[in-house]
């Protein structure tokens, strides 16, 4: 769920948590592209439309009052009903890897992710790093006990 001072999208340099393999990590965005989804109705005639944020003349705010440009080029006024952020975000970890998700995956710095200790998100860096050590010395162990086990059965 959104908060209600959150930005309708993230910008570059963002500190984020960021979704990795089922647990949330620190990262920063690296690069974004931007596609936010509006959703508005029309002062005139109470109908509704969703366009993308370019299209728009005002604040992207839920409930703010903006211009909203139609097919001929023309500006009418229109109610932000709903913003959706649809964008595509490279994020860097700390270790330097990088991973390209979309807004529902990442968590801006201070939220719910980060609202708890240092110690606890250095905890999921540390798990992060941990899991991925323990997958390593499980796939050396399964590879070298199947060579191990056909060098008995042939011998």
Request: contains cysteine; aromatic residues 10%; proline residues 2%.
């Amino acid at each position: 769920m959104k908060a209600l001072d959150e930005p309708p999208y993230l910008t570059v340099g963002t500190d984020v948590s960021a979704k990795y393999r089922g647990a949330f990590c620190e990262a920063k965005i690296k690069t974004a592209k931007r596609l936010v989804k509006v959703k508005v109705t029309f002062r005139h005639d109470s109908s509704t439309v969703e366009v993308q944020d370019d299209h728009i003349k005002g604040p992207l705010k839920v409930g703010a009052l903006v211009e909203v440009k139609n097919l001929d080029g023309a500006y009418q006024e229109a109610v932000i009903n709903k913003l959706t952020d649809a964008s595509w975000y490279t994020v860097v970890f700390d270790d330097g890897d990088e991973k390209t998700l979309r807004r529902s995956s990442l968590c801006l710095k201070g939220e719910r992710h980060f609202a708890e200790s240092e110690v606890s998100n250095h905890l999921m860096i540390n798990t992060r790093f941990c899991i991925l050590f323990c997958l390593k010395a499980f796939v050396t162990f399964v590879h070298e006990e199947n060579i191990m086990g056909l060098f008995n059965y042939y011998h």
